[in-house]
C-alpha cells in the first residue's frame, strides 16, 4: 500500500451520503467531489480524491447527514494495517477504546477481526 503524504484522510459512508455538496464547497483543500456512481438510494454521494487532505474538519461539520463522513487526524502517522475482509484489501486500522482487542478499517469502519 503506498503511503499518502496528507495529514488527514477523509471516509464518506455513500449510503448515508445524500449528494448535497455541501462538504464539496466548503472544503478549503479541494479534496473531494461528486462521485459519478449511485449509492442504493439513488444518489450521487461525494468521493474523497485519495490525498491533500489536511483533517480540518469542516467537511465533517458541514453535513447535514450524521454518521455520513469521517475525517481522520493526523493519518500521515497511522502505520498499522490489515487486510480487511468486507474491502478486499489492506488497509489502514485502528483500536476503538471500548474494543481494543477490535482492528476497524479506516475505508470501511466495520471490523477486521474480532467480533
Known amino acids: ?26 472544503c478549503p483543500s479541494d479534496v473531494l467531489f461528486l462521485s459519478d456512481k449511485f449509492n442504493t438510494h439513488g444518489y450521487h454521494p461525494s468521493a474523497y480524491k485519495g490525498e491533500g487532505c489536511t483533517g480540518c474538519g469542516i467537511c465533517f461539520y458541514t ?24 474491502c478486499g484489501g489492506e488497509y489502514k486500522v485502528f483500536h476503538e477504546d471500548e474494543t481494543p482487542d477490535v482492528l476497524i478499517c479506516t475505508n470501511c469502519l466495520k471490523a477486521v477481526n474480532g467480533e
Open 63 to 86: 453535513c447535514p447527514e450524521p454518521g455520513a463522513i469521517t475525517v481522520y487526524k493526523r493519518w500521515d502517522l497511522m502505520t498499522e494495517t490489515a487486510e480487511c475482509p468486507h
Open 1 to 26: 500500500m503506498a503511503q499518502s503524504k496528507s495529514r488527514g484522510h477523509v471516509v464518506i459512508n455513500t449510503e448515508e451520503c445524500k449528494g448535497c455538496e455541501l462538504c464539496i464547497e466548503a
